[in-house]
């Protein structure tokens, strides 16, 4: 059973960091690329970032270059999202996928994610 399990959200001000964790098992880790999307309140789910299966590629949405950092660990099957300067605007539930390599769609598109965990809420004041 492949279980995503995201850690890390909380309140913090503007202009805060956060530390986004997301633990993977019951998949081979490495054979995926694990994303970053977050949905905020009546709002559709929106990439933020991607890291290949082999963390030979990384992508970011345009909104987050800059402030965002995926990076992936593949003998501990996490990856986590750096989040700095953050802004109102980012307040969502953040949630990890994971996506089959070589699996049709692209990195971008949550349709192309096989698994989700629950996500994780992050909440940024002004």
């Known amino acids: 059973q492949v279980q995503l399990v995201e850690s890390g959200g909380g309140l913090v001000q503007a202009g805060g960091s956060l530390r986004l964790s997301c633990v993977a098992s019951?998949?081979?880790?490495?054979?995926?690329?694990m994303g970053w999307f977050r949905q905020g309140p009546g709002k559709d789910r929106e990439f933020v970032a991607f890291?290949?299966?082999?963390?030979?590629?990384?992508g970011y949405a345009d909104s987050v270059k800059g402030r965002f950092t995926i990076s992936r660990d593949n003998v501990k099957n996490t990856v986590d999202l750096e989040i700095n300067d953050l802004k109102p605007e980012d307040t969502a539930v953040y949630l990890c996928?994971?996506?089959?390599?070589?699996?049709?769609?692209?990195?971008?598109?949550?349709?192309?994610?096989?698994?989700w965990g629950q996500g994780t809420q992050v909440t940024v004041s002004s």
């Open positions: 996928g994971a996506r089959i390599r070589n699996s049709g769609g692209g990195s971008v598109y949550s349709s192309s994610y096989a698994y």
């Open positions: 019951g998949l081979v880790f490495n054979s995926y690329t």
């Open positions: 890291a290949s299966w082999a963390d030979v590629r990384t």
